[in-house]
């Protein structure tokens, strides 16, 4: 098992920026791959971007191409979301979201393929 904890959002206006953090402790970091989603209220929960457990590969929503980036440190059992330019429709709670790499080596889109889930952290983007 592997437990995430997200921490890093906050209040932004507008064209502003927050990176948000997703400490992972429990089983080998390596041995996962990651995902960022977000729900905002009234809506369901979105992929926003993944990473595979190399690094190496990285996916995004349309949305947020060129605005975010998603990278992971292994050795700190960390992975980021860096988001840049944002907009008041970003608002929502992000999560970070594990599935192991035997069972999901490309991140997916798909929120109910990840088994292991942060508690979220509120994102609110004043216009």
């Known amino acids: 098992q592997v437990q995430l904890v997200e921490s890093g959002g906050g209040l932004v206006q507008a064209g502003g920026s927050l990176t948000l953090s997703c400490a992972a402790s429990g089983r080998t970091f390596t041995s996962y791959t990651m995902g960022w989603f977000r729900q905002a209220p009234g809506k369901e929960r979105e992929f926003v971007a993944g990473?595979?457990?190399?690094?190496?590969?990285?996916y995004y929503a349309d949305s947020v191409k060129g605005r975010f980036t998603v990278s992971r440190d292994n050795p700190k059992n960390t992975v980021y979301l860096q988001m840049n330019s944002l907009k008041p429709e970003d608002t929502a709670v992000y999560y970070c979201a594990a599935v192991p790499v035997r069972r999901g080596f490309i991140p997916t889109m798909h929120k109910d393929e990840y088994d292991y889930w942060g508690q979220g952290t509120q994102v609110t983007v004043s216009s």
């Open positions: 990473i595979t457990w190399s690094g190496l590969n990285t």
